[in-house]
């Protein structure tokens, strides 16, 4: 990985490109207010370190999945004075009580868990910030309407009681990364509707939102007051049929590197890997990457993912094993310690993350996820390494 030493690999996180990334996002918002959504370690991007950096370029929210993630980032500085932190993913028996103490907004889908906060909220002495999120068609989490009325009625009278406050009103799509689809426009119709009720009823929510990446960049009629666009923050368009990074101003923010661990010369007829589902051709040389699907590539892609050495596309030849996987460089020499770029932006003939996905049969966003903590992130900002006080920074592991 140029510039990162006798690195194995790494993963190379361009905070610059993230910022000007949520600033060509915030300016698509029509005037909504911004949440950086960095779950599962923000796409595999380090949570903290691009939470500071998106809360730099504007954004006012963040985003988690889970309660754990939320608590993490309070705990290294994300503090409310710097933004609110929402987090959507409980389980019964969750750290309702933490999260309270913590000043999260904590999502609700049910009774089940509105009851847990208000017990929580009791044992803290203070009121909860709780968002109300409805099911209206992606069939995942939130409340069915037909049970909106209930959740609304007990979520008023725990508020009445000084147990919590309505802070939000959300739900999310189903298929805004398919511009026109059908569910689109019925989803956020019935989304009006339910926020109707709730409002009409008593409800003063600070927010309601329902527009992730793909309907922040094209649909303006899903803003409301707040986006929570995910994948789009990194540089990635959530799908094709959307467009393309560059047509939304966006540059991708990871670009994944390994050392070339051994070149060597090898006749024709002579088996790759397991299985022995490629055989060169003729007499070549082979170029061993030290990565396989134990640091995150998809074993899917054997046989079709793209690798840039020497200036070259390559291709995997046979399958990827654990730690390693094999290139045949047809006769090139290009020497060890040379760099293999499987994946960036793409603007220096290398690879992107949506050629990996294409070649695995699966979405981007997946290829950028699950790069495994083997792999440290090394944090540049527009080309200068920079120290972000979090695991990572400089080439030092994760």
Not at 42 to 65: K, P
Request: hydrophobic share 40%; charged share 20%; proline share 7%.
């Amino acid at each position: 990985m140029s510039g990162s030493g006798s690195l194995r690999a790494g993963a190379l996180i361009d905070l610059g490109a993230l910022r000007g990334n949520v600033r060509a996002l915030r300016a698509r918002a029509s005037g909504a207010a911004f949440m950086a959504v960095v779950k599962a370690d923000a796409y595999g991007h380090g949570a903290l370190a691009c939470a500071r950096a998106a809360v730099d370029a504007g954004a006012t929210w963040v985003g988690t999945a889970t309660p754990e993630e939320a608590l993490a980032l309070r705990a290294g500085g994300i503090g409310p004075d710097r933004a609110r932190v929402m987090c959507w993913l409980w389980t019964p028996g969750g750290p309702f009580r933490e999260g309270i103490e913590a000043d999260l907004d904590i999502s609700v889908s049910g009774l089940w868990a509105l009851r847990e906060v208000a017990d929580a909220a009791r044992a803290a002495g203070r009121p909860a910030k709780v968002q109300l999120k409805a099911d209206t068609g992606l069939g995942r989490n939130g409340c069915q309407p037909a049970d909106w009325p209930e959740l609304v009625t007990e979520a008023l009278r725990a508020e009445s009681a000084g147990l919590l406050r309505i802070t939000g009103l959300w739900s999310h799509l189903a298929c805004a990364d398919e511009p026109g689809h059908d569910s689109i426009d019925a989803q956020l119709t019935l989304f009006r509707e339910l926020v109707a009720y709730a409002e009409e009823r008593g409800a003063r929510p600070d927010v309601r939102h329902i527009a992730n990446s793909p309907a922040t960049l094209t649909r303006p009629d899903a803003h409301f007051d707040l986006v929570r666009p995910g994948i789009a923050m990194y540089g990635i368009s959530p799908s094709p049929e959307c467009g393309t990074p560059a047509d939304f101003g966006l540059r991708p923010v990871m670009t994944l590197t390994a050392s070339l661990a051994l070149v060597k010369h090898v006749p024709g007829g002579h088996g790759v890997s397991y299985g022995h589902r490629y055989v060169t051709p003729g007499d070549t040389t082979l170029g061993l990457i030290p990565l396989g699907y134990g640091d995150g590539i998809p074993r899917h892609a054997s046989g079709t993912g793209p690798v840039l050495v020497g200036g070259k596309w390559r291709t995997v030849a046979g399958r990827i094993a654990m730690d390693q996987f094999v290139v045949d460089l047809g006769g090139d020499e290009p020497p060890v310690g040379a760099d293999a770029v499987l994946f960036g932006p793409g603007d220096r003939g290398e690879p992107t993350a949506e050629d990996w996905a294409q070649a695995a049969g699966t979405i981007a966003y997946e290829i950028v996820t699950r790069i495994g903590s083997r792999v440290p992130r090394v944090y540049v900002d527009e080309g200068a390494p920079t120290d972000v006080g979090a695991p990572g920074a400089k080439g030092s592991g994760r």
